[in-house]
T-cell receptor
Framework: DSGVTQTPKHLITATGQRVTLRCSPRSGDLSVYWYQQSLDQGLQFLIQYYNGEERAKGNILERFSAQQFPDLHSELNLSSLELGDSALYFC?????????????FGPGTRLTVL | AQSVTQLDSHVSVSEGTPVLLRCNYSSSYSPSLFWYVQHPNKGLQLLLKYTSAATLVKGINGFEAEFKKSETSFHLTKPSAHMSDAAEYFCVVTYLTNTGNQFYFGTGTSLTVIP
């Protein structure tokens, strides 16, 4: 158990809908990362937050957004969902968010878009 | 452009024999390199990391990797495979760029251990 929690574990929704994925980092970690894992794209970095501020951006679509709250939990919002958004979404956390940091991964949220 | 290549999508070894999982990277920056393992239906777990200290890095469960700058490689090895090593392994490269940290994952190597 990494100490990172993600809810929900599974989410099934329809095209065009909007969903919110939630992540609670390990106690003491200030940085949160979001990743998408799909069969065709593999694991892709989406976005990183550090202490409430956006730190780095990867291949995140404009339909997706995220934020980190004062209590350090984070939410990833996915809107106008398409079939291709079906994937496993991981959250990770680390102490300070540097490139050398070990990231601790949550168990993931499996999103199915029908 | 920065990238990371895992040369084998699938590796199969017998229990008790050595494991070699290959990873090459390309970068114009100084990278940090990681190996993560993912067991079925689980999140990723760090095996080991290179962050510009010793080039031979020892990790958990008997795994180690050597950073070879001249070959731009960071291959993962283990002297003797165990059944519990069967999993998906990801090589990860991170860079600090002028737009922030970037994280690149290889496509993964699925390791099968034959009893």
């Amino acid at each position: 158990d990494s100490g990172v929690t993600q809810t929900p574990k599974h989410l099934i929704t329809a095209t065009g809908q909007r969903v919110t994925l939630r992540c609670s980092p390990r106690s003491g970690d200030l940085s949160v990362y979001w990743y998408q894992q799909s069969l065709d794209q593999g694991l892709q970095f989406l976005i990183q937050y550090y202490n409430g501020e956006e730190r780095a951006k990867g291949n995140i679509l404009e339909r997706f957004s995220a934020q980190q709250f004062p209590d350090l939990h984070s939410e990833l919002n996915l809107s106008s969902l398409e079939l291709g958004d079906s994937a496993l979404y991981f959250c990770a956390s680390s102490v300070v968010g540097g490139m050398k940091d070990t990231q601790y991964f949550g168990p993931g949220t499996r999103l199915t878009v029908l | 452009a920065q990238s990371v290549t895992q040369l084998d999508s699938h590796v199969s070894v017998s229990e008790g024999t050595p494991v070699l999982l290959r990873c090459n990277y390309s970068s114009s920056y100084s990278p940090s390199l990681f190996w993560y393992v993912q067991h079925p239906n689980k999140g990723l777990q760090l095996l080991l990391k290179y962050t510009s200290a010793a080039t031979l890095v020892k990790g958990i469960n008997g795994f180690e990797a050597e950073f070879k700058k001249s070959e731009t490689s960071f291959h993962l090895t283990k002297p003797s495979a165990h059944m519990s090593d069967a999993a998906e392994y990801f090589c990860v490269v991170t860079y600090l760029t002028n737009t922030g940290n970037q994280f690149y994952f290889g496509t993964g190597t699925s390791l099968t251990v034959i009893p």
